[in-house]
Nanobody
Framework: QAQLVESGGGLVQAGGSLKLSCAASGRIWSIYGMGWFRQVPGKEREFVAAVNWSGGTTEYADLARGRFTISRDNFKNTVSLQMNSLKPEDTAVYYC?????????????????WGQGTQVTVSP
């Protein structure tokens, strides 16, 4: 098993920035891709961004493209999500996820490990 722990969430005004981090431990050798998802109460969890093992391949949801940047540091076993130009509609619980599959994915069910989530609240 691998364990994922997110940090960096909080309250920010619209237009501001936050950087989320996710630290992986345990069986990290089995992890290929890592991603971020988010969920608002009453709605399904949605894909935000993903990055492959080397960090050379990334994928973004339309909601994130141009505003969010995902990056990975394999020396520190972390993945980060830099979020700029935040909007109130970005308010959600953000989850870090990791997959053992040999490709990154937008599909929630293709991720094997999940963090506990970190709350991001963007005020108008």
């Amino acid at each position: 098993q691998a364990q994922l722990v997110e940090s960096g969430g909080g309250l920010v005004q619209a237009g501001g920035s936050l950087k989320l981090s996710c630290a992986a431990s345990g069986r990290i050798w089995s992890i290929y891709g890592m991603g971020w998802f988010r969920q608002v109460p009453g709605k399904e969890r949605e894909f935000v961004a993903a990055v492959n093992w080397s960090g050379g391949t990334t994928e973004y949801a339309d909601l994130a493209r141009g505003r969010f940047t995902i990056s990975r540091d394999n020396f520190k076993n972390t993945v980060s999500l830099q979020m700029n130009s935040l909007k109130p509609e970005d308010t959600a619980v953000y989850y870090c996820a990791a997959t053992r599959r040999s490709r990154i994915s937008r599909v929630e069910s293709e991720y094997d490990y999940w963090g506990q989530g970190t709350q991001v609240t963007v005020s108008p």
